[in-house]
């Protein structure tokens, strides 16, 4: 595990620190107002260079980032945040246009939320997330996974390809947990978001589309014959093994 996500689950047991990137005061002290009453605690910056000068400040274990925000949009703090961090981040956005969605998720977020929205909706959102950095399994789970080059420790949640480590953010290493261990079944779109997502969500394959893709990505090897995961055309996606 990144020491980044090592230090979010230890801020967690303590008190989660949530860092609002938002610049309409109204709805930077309505977000704030609903997690301190839940428990979190937060920090709040109107602009890009305050959310990364608070990240180097303050620490936070999570981010709640708008798109929309001055001197720096939440796409190049997005970006900049990803070079260095797998914290996890849900993006914020009054604009409902699909391609920011995708953009964002492009980026490296782990969630968006499309304003307005409730607390309900709010809370239920964080708190996926969280469940992903440290979830709540009662299953038996074997210590370690190897395919290839592929070593995963499950009790360490460490990812080794090649050799090396790969830091991948919660919802990274919860899809590709979640893959592993259902080796060479399908698992349709729906039953992989609602294991990864949480309850709540199904249809938003676009999430898939672009998690599955970032996978692909990291674990990318250096001979054409090695692909981990393959696609079932309108059915889902199949870990698939590597000897």
Same mark, same amino acid.
């Given at each position: 595990m990144c020491p980044s996500v090592a230090g979010t689950v230890q801020r967690k047991m303590r008190k989660l620190l949530i860092l609002i990137v938002e610049d309409e005061l109204g709805m930077a002290k309505f977000i704030r107002a609903n997690l301190e009453a839940n428990g979190f605690g937060t920090v709040v910056a109107m602009d890009g260079s305050e959310a990364l000068q608070a990240m180097e400040r303050d620490s936070p274990g999570f981010v709640l980032l708008d798109i929309?925000?001055?001197?720096?949009?939440g796409f190049e703090v997005l970006r900049r945040i990803r070079e260095w961090s797998q914290i996890p981040i849900i993006m914020l956005s009054a604009r409902r246009d699909e391609?920011?969605?995708?953009?964002?998720?492009?980026? /490296?977020?782990?969630? =968006?939320i499309s304003k307005p929205f409730g607390?309900?909706?709010?809370?239920?959102?964080?708190?996926a997330v969280?469940?992903?950095?440290?979830?709540v399994d009662t299953t038996i789970t074997p210590h370690?996974?190897?395919?290839?080059?592929l070593t995963i420790d499950f009790v360490r949640r460490q990812v080794i390809?090649?050799?090396?480590?790969v830091e991948l953010t919660p919802t990274e290493y919860s899809l590709l947990r979640e893959l592993a261990l259902n080796e060479g079944k399908v698992l349709s779109h729906a039953d992989l978001l609602r294991r990864v997502w949480g309850t709540e969500?199904? /249809?938003?394959?676009? =999430?898939?589309r672009v998690f599955i893709n970032r996978l692909r990505a990291k674990l990318k090897s250096g001979r054409a014959d090695i692909r981990?995961?393959?696609s079932v055309r309108n059915v889902g996606y199949r870990f698939q093994a590597s000897s």
């Amino acid at each position: 595990m990144c020491p980044s996500v090592a230090g979010t689950v230890q801020r967690k047991m303590r008190k989660l620190l949530i860092l609002i990137v938002e610049d309409e005061l109204g709805m930077a002290k309505f977000i704030r107002a609903n997690l301190e009453a839940n428990g979190f605690g937060t920090v709040v910056a109107m602009d890009g260079s305050e959310a990364l000068q608070a990240m180097e400040r303050d620490s936070p274990g999570f981010v709640l980032l708008d798109i929309m925000i001055p001197k720096m949009d939440g796409f190049e703090v997005l970006r900049r945040i990803r070079e260095w961090s797998q914290i996890p981040i849900i993006m914020l956005s009054a604009r409902r246009d699909e391609k920011d969605k995708v953009k964002c998720l492009e980026l /490296g977020a782990d969630d =968006y939320i499309s304003k307005p929205f409730g607390v309900d909706e709010l809370l239920a959102r964080v708190r996926a997330v969280l469940r992903r950095i440290s979830p709540v399994d009662t299953t038996i789970t074997p210590h370690l996974f190897e395919s290839g080059y592929l070593t995963i420790d499950f009790v360490r949640r460490q990812v080794i390809h090649a050799g090396s480590e790969v830091e991948l953010t919660p919802t990274e290493y919860s899809l590709l947990r979640e893959l592993a261990l259902n080796e060479g079944k399908v698992l349709s779109h729906a039953d992989l978001l609602r294991r990864v997502w949480g309850t709540e969500y199904g /249809g938003e394959r676009e =999430y898939l589309r672009v998690f599955i893709n970032r996978l692909r990505a990291k674990l990318k090897s250096g001979r054409a014959d090695i692909r981990y995961i393959a696609s079932v055309r309108n059915v889902g996606y199949r870990f698939q093994a590597s000897s």
